[in-house]
């Protein structure tokens, strides 16, 4: 298992976080996807899977659902 977490800018809603968990769930070996919602700022999105995540998947899944990965702010 591995669990990583990192933030997501521009989320205001209940809806932008079932965009986000939908397109994040669907990447492959993605068991659970956990958003803390900050409406005006950065949202801390926690991801767990079977294998460590390809960083560019998860900003393309995020890109996907229509918000971004704020750069350089990946929380461990």
């Known amino acids: 298992m591995s669990t990583t977490t ?16 939908e397109e994040l769930s669907a990447l492959p070996g993605v068991t659970d996807v956990a958003v803390e919602l900050v409406t005006g700022g950065s949202s801390p999105v926690t991801v767990t899977s079977d294998a460590p995540l390809d ?10 659902a ?8 990946s929380l461990l």
């Open 6 to 21: 990192f933030r997501v800018d521009g989320m205001t809603c209940g809806h932008c976080v079932n965009a986000v968990t």
């Open 55 to 64: 960083t560019a998947a998860v900003a393309a899944a995020v890109t996907e």
């Open 66 to 73: 229509g918000y971004a990965v704020t750069p350089g702010r």
